[in-house]
Every structure is written in C-alpha cells, then in structure tokens.
C-alpha cells in the first residue's frame, strides 16, 4: 500500500549525480582502456605506470575515476537494493556496508594514487 | 472457427490457488474481440467465469487481462492481434491479489492514484466563464490525459512486482496531468508526494507500461518530465 510516509531528502540530487557521473565515466573509461588495455605490453609495467602517476594530469585523472567509478556504482547497488522492499533493519545495515565499503575502497584508491 | 481459450480460475472459497481451464470457443472471423469470446464461455459454458467488462469500447479500462503474457484490453485485442492458433492464455492482470478468476483488486491501485490528489487545485476565486487555457498549453496535456486507468501499465510494471510501495506509472502520470496544468496551483504538494523513495526514482525507463499501454500512451517520456521537474525544484 502506498503511503506518503514523508521524505528522507529528495531523490533528485543522487538521479542527477548519477547521470553526471555516467557521462563522466564514459570519458574516463575509454581514456583509461587507451592508457591500460590498448596495449597491455606497456601499459602495465611498473615503469610505465610510475611515469605516468608522476605526472599531476594522470593522478587527477585516476581520482576521477576512482571517485566517480565508486560514487555512480555504489549509488547504482543501492538504487537496485531500494527497489525491493526491504525490512527497515536490512535496509539500514545494507546501506551502512555501501557506504562503509564505498569509504574504504576510496580512502585505499587514493592513497594508492598519492603514494607516487 | 474453433479457438482454444486457456483461461486462469480461481475461487478463494473452494481453490486453495489458481489453475487453468480450457474452452473451446466458436469465432466467426479473426476480427472478433476476446471481450467476445470470454461472454461466449460465460453465457455459453460456464456461468461461473467472473470477469469485469463495462462499456466494451475501450473506454470505461474495466476489463484490463494479460492475454498471451501482454497486459492488454479484452475488448480492445481482437483474435487477429493473438495467436489463436494455438489457446489463447487469459490470466488476470499480475502482481495483484485476485478477488475471483479474472477479477482483482484494484483498492491499492486507486489508493496510490488518489494519493496524487488527481483533481485540479485552484484556490483563486474562480472566473465568470471558464479558466482559460492556451492550445499550447492544453496539448502539454491530451495525451496523460487518455489515460482510462485500466491498470494495465502500473501492473506491468517490475518496479511495481519487487516494490508493492511503490506508487506506480498510473499515478505518475497523472501526477504530471496536474504537475503541467497552467490552471494548477498544488504542483509542488504533488512533487512532494512523488519525490519519496517510494516515488518516482524507482521508475528506471524500463518501458513496460508504454508497451501496456492500450491507449499508446508514453507514461515513461511523461515520468521523466516528471523527473525533470523535481530535480529543477530541488536544484
């Protein structure tokens, strides 16, 4: 049954950031298989990559991706979550694991990135 | 001709859940409509078959089925839109409970639509003669405004199967019926109620309901308007 229970916020912002960040990362995506799997010969040794993560443009291009990549696939887990209806304690503790995974792979990615 | 009926029974007094009969049917030619065939097995063979039917035109949106697994309207799907070659499966419209046979229950349907406050809200005192319109402005609003709510979109609906909160492509629409009216005044009470987790963010352009729709009704390019709309307010 339908009931208008009230909002947690509107929608609208997560509907918008998620068409954001899907054009975004088609732009990353494809710049990032150029770079990595075009040639995997080059693209993958360690020297290759050291180059190239010493360079600001790539760093910031990395943490783009990463940032965008998590944000737009961890709100697409969550959206495909939501459409079932969930008990309120499922709910929450499905929400905390994305939210929690999402900072971590994040805060991981990035240190990653800055390290070179 | 002879053509098979394969028709979905249930009776909550008697079946402990539902099953299948078959009939076999005389149609005249491939224009005859499955509204037809359905009184034919009800005056005919068994007076026992309940299903809802009104005006018989495509008009009143009583006798929405799902026919061959295609949400559609009995008396609008004429033998030649089917396969009759082979039986013809009539089941009640899915995701619903079913009060008997071919007849559900709409209660929870008419709740979401009511809950769009489908009616205009003008709070201005009203003119002499009308509220004028321009055509422009009118058209924004001919095709939501076929809609005869015969369900058939909302219960197509996957979003609708996995979420029973969710209020659905039927009340959506006419959510945007009034959203779009330049005679309105309660559009943002209505975003309000749309933009809820049970709104219209579970809408994700799946296009089930366009193809329900027996009025060809685009319900998804009016929900993303919709859509639109909201994130205008809310940005």
């Known amino acids: 049954m339908y009931k208008h229970s009230g909002s947690r916020g509107s ?29 995997p010969a080059s693209g993958h040794t360690y020297a290759a990559v050291l180059a190239r993560m010493h360079h600001p443009f790539w760093k910031m291009f990395d943490l783009t991706f990463i940032t965008v990549g998590l944000w737009h696939g961890l709100n697409g887990t969550w959206g495909i979550f939501r459409d079932y209806k969930m008990k309120p304690a499922v709910s929450l503790t499905i929400y905390g694991i994305i939210i929690l995974s999402g900072i971590a792979f994040w805060v991981l990615g990035v240190n990653t990135i800055l390290s070179f | 001709m002879k053509v098979t009926l394969r028709i979905q029974r249930y009776n909550p007094e008697r079946d402990s859940e539902p099953y299948y009969q078959e009939f076999i049917v005389e149609a005249g030619d491939d224009k005859e409509r499955i509204l037809d065939l359905l009184h034919q097995v009800k005056w005919k063979y068994d007076g026992t ?19 061959n697994g295609r949400n559609r309207l009995a008396c609008s799907t004429l033998l030649r839109d089917v396969n009759y070659k082979k039986p013809i499966v009539i089941e009640p419209l899915p995701s619903i409970p079913i009060i008997k046979d071919l007849v559900v229950d709409m209660s929870d349907f008419y709740k979401k639509y009511e809950a769009v406050k489908p009616y205009l809200v003008n709070k201005s005192p009203a003119p002499e003669h009308e509220r004028i319109q321009s ?3 009118a058209e924004m609003l001919f095709e939501s405004a076929k809609c005869i709510l ?4 909302t219960t197509s609906c996957p979003s609708s199967w996995s979420d029973e909160n969710y209020i659905g492509p039927a009340a959506l629409l006419k959510a945007y019926r009034f959203v779009f009216d330049t005679r309105d005044e309660a559009a943002d009470e209505r975003l309000d109620i749309v933009d809820t987790p049970d709104g219209i963010w579970r809408c994700h352009t799946i296009f089930n309901c366009v193809e329900a729709c027996p009025k060809d009704i685009n319900l998804t390019w009016h929900i993303s308007q919709l859509k639109k709309r909201v994130a205008e307010r809310e940005m």
């Open chain 2, 150 to 153: 015969c369900g058939c979109c």
């Open chain 2, 49 to 67: 078959l309940t299903f809802r039917r009104s005006c018989a035109h495509g008009v009143c949106g009583s006798d929405g089925l799902r026919i």
């Open chain 2, 135 to 137: 055509n422009e402005d």
């Open chain 1, 11 to 39: 929608g609208a912002p997560g509907w918008v950031l998620q068409r954001i960040t899907g054009i975004l990362l088609v732009v990353v995506v494809i710049g990032h298989y150029f770079v990595m799997h075009s040639d």
